[in-house]
């Protein structure tokens, strides 16, 4: 097995050959066929790459290529984005009258699915508390066709023990699908626990520079070609170029993620004890409560940290202005460190109740990127040495 950097420039070669150095951007929503037998037989042909752009695009198979072996899964599909890669799975493997597990500490946009619209086209739900072994295993019932984890969670970086909800879930003949975006497949990979399918927003990490919106789905080749099937009726199709930029992308993720994970774990130990900060999320330092589970798991924690402020909105909104190279965004992932206040982001997305569960106000959300570590934690110093002193 070839190492993880050798993967991200080889993998997309084997499923389309060409002998120009970079790959090509297929630029076309249809390819022609010869004959009427071959036609047929492409129209059906699942997750294949040269019938009709919706169906299939070589960009798109050259993507799913490089995430399948670095997940280590069988097969990958790329959508227009993380929520579709979402949205697409779940309508594929649940119906009306099923039951659905989440986490309560989730996306934003994973939560409103798993609250408003889930139930709404007559699938229950339970969100659990991911922290407790246990409320996995409390929160089954008979109709459980489907567990949904996320972990590290965004924003408040909680670790899901992915083995002991596999473990949970196959005794039960339940699929379970995992989150991996903020981990990336460098510092976790979910199937090595038993997990059947990994979702990525590789609007974040695998594509790393806030340029593309785009989505994978790795796992099993039947699982992929019954949400193929569903696919090309919700039609969430990824742009051929966005696909070609993502392809580039993901060739420097081995070298981007090693310095997001330095950055990620010096702001959080040098923020840890400072008086504006009540509590760092982040699973990095021996103090996390989590942190066993998370470095049994992971081999590494990642570029995105919760801190929560004692001055609740207003401090963490102040810290926020004051930050030099973090800017106000709702992203995360790229080589440019983003922060965010993940309880304003939401609002559209979910009530201001579902809010007040999920996300502690006085929370910022910041997404180290691959700036030198000193600037980053110079930076985040002085702004929080200035919010206190403004309190
Ligand atoms: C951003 C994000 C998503 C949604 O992905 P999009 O590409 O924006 O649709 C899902 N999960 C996590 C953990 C995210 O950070």
Redesign the pocket.
Known sequence: MPGKSTITVHADRKVHPDRSVAPPIYQTAAFSVEDAETFAQAAVDRRGKDFYTRYGNPNHAQVAAVVAELEGTAAALVT???????TTAVLALVSAGDHVIGQKS?????ASVLLNLLPRLGVSTTLVNQTEPEAFAKALTPKTRLILV?TP??PLLQVTDLRAVADLARAHDVLTLT?N??ATPLNQRPTDWGIDLV??????YLNGHSDV???VLAGPAELLDRIWDVGLLTGAVLGPIDAWLLLRGMCTLPLRVPRHNTNGMALAEALNDHPAVSRVHYPGPTTHPQHELAADQMSGFGG?LGIEFTGGFEMADAFLGRLRYSRRS????GVESLAVHPASMWRGMLSEDQLAESVPPGLVRLAAGTEDTADLVADVLAAADAVLTAN
């Open positions: 227009a984005s993380g929520m579709a890669a979402l989730t996306y934003g946009g994973t996320e969670s965004n989150d975006t903020f979702r990525h927003s590789a609007t974040k919106s785009a989505g995105v709702a992203s995360l992932g």
